[in-house]
Structure formats: structure tokens, C-alpha cells
């Protein structure tokens, strides 16, 4: 119900506030006992994590509480792909449902960069990225609880040609109007974050949305 997930909400952003504090305090302390400390004070987050979601607590260390250094977002980049007034979609395997291509950002890439490579693996693309159309924080956009902070960022990219292949991520892909889009996999890209590129191709000038 809603006020269930209300609290849920409310219990994850306090396990992610400690879990930001225990991570920077292991990065930086050099005593032994204020190491202890936030070592308890992670493992405390990773209890809150363990009892308000339905996340196993290996999973929850490996995701939530494996990082080092001074804890900052997650990197989700989302291609926008257009041709012919229509826009680009594949179909994720985990769920079933549809998304803009895009994951994870790797660290050794750049933003257009990682577009481009996901583009042509989970679809099969060749594209152009263009312009940033919108940069938002997954977290404040989505009902849907998640251990890290996100921020995703959607381009608007020029289509060239395209092959699907098979791959480990996605199904098929296809190319869908506005008012007829599939079922999407909410958490990686809404209707509206999807109608808010439709919008945004509309105009030659764009001020990039955010949060």
C-alpha cells in the first residue's frame, strides 16, 4: 500500500545515509576503533536494507555496501534513438518489458561513447549522439525502492541502421510511436521520462532538464 511504501522509502534513504557515512569513515579514518565503528555502523545499514526490501543480505553487500572511497551517484546513461518520428526500444530479458537502450556507465568511456556501445549491443544500432536532453536522479522519479543514488542521463541520438543480434540483455528491438508505446520497465525509463524526449525533439533549441 502506499503508506507501506512511504516507509519503506523513509527506511532506504536512512540505510543509504549511513551506508555514505560508513563509507567515507573506512576510506579516511586511520583509528582503529573509529574503523570499528563504521564498520558496525555498515553493517547496521545493511541490517535496515536486509529488513525493509526483499534483498538478501549477500546481495546487499555485494551491490550496497562493496564499494570503497567517498561515495558518490551511480552513472545510467539512455540513448533516445528517433527515426522517422518514431523512437527506439528493446526488450530487457530480466523483466520482459521495454526500455531506451543504455545501462551502467563504464569508467573507461565517455558519455557518448557509452551510448554508442550500448546502442549497438543490446539493439543493434549504429547511432549519432546529439544533445543532453534531460539529466535526472533515478531516485527522486521512480517509486520503486534502490539501494544506490542514480542519476540517468537520456540523449537524443541520430539513427543510422541497424542488425539485432542475440545478446545477453535483451530480446528484441523495435520502434514505437508516442501514444503507442509497450509496457516499459519503469525502473529504467518511464512514460513520461519516454514523452519527455518526444517533446524534446520537437525543439531545436533545448535547455537540458534536472533535478
Known amino acids: ?50 529488513n525493509h526490501t526483499d534483498m538478501e543480505r549477500e546481495i546487499i553487500r555485494n551491490l550496497f555496501a562493496g564499494e570503497t572511497g567517498y561515495q558518490t551517484p551511480k552513472i545510467d546513461v539512455r540513448a533516445a534513438i528517433f527515426n522517422e518520428g518514431k523512437i527506439l526500444l528493446v526488450r530487457e530479458k530480466l523483466d520482459g518489458k521495454w526500455s531506451l537502450p543504455g545501462g551502467w556507465a563504464d569508467i573507461d568511456l565517455s558519455i557518448k561513447e557509452n551510448l554508442m556501445k550500448e546502442a549497438m549491443e543490446e539493439a543493434g544500432a549504429k547511432i549519432i549522439p546529439l544533445r543532453i536532453l534531460a539529466i535526472y536522479d533515478r531516485n527522486r522519479n521512480v517509486n520503486i525502492p534502490f539501494p544506490h543514488s542514480v542519476y540517468k542521463i537520456f540523449v537524443q541520438c541520430e539513427y543510422v541502421e541497424s542488425f539485432f ?45 534536472f533535478d
Open 1 to 50: 500500500n502506499f503508506g507501506g511504501k512511504m516507509e519503506q522509502k523513509k527506511w532506504l534513504e536512512i540505510a543509504k545515509k549511513l551506508q555514505s557515512i560508513s563509507q567515507a569513515g573506512l576510506e579516511y579514518s586511520k583509528d582503529k576503533y573509529d574503523i570499528e565503528r563504521f564498520q558496525e555502523i555498515r553493517e547496521i545499514s545493511m541490517d535496515i536494507m536486509e
Open 165 to 209: 543480434r542475440e545478446n545477453t540483455e535483451t530480446e528484441e528491438m523495435g520502434f514505437f510511436e508516442m501514444d503507442s508505446l509497450p509496457e516499459l520497465s519503469q525502473t529504467r525509463n518511464t512514460e513520461k521520462q519516454i514523452k519527455m524526449c518526444f517533446k524534446c525533439r520537437e525543439n531545436e533549441i533545448h535547455e537540458a532538464y
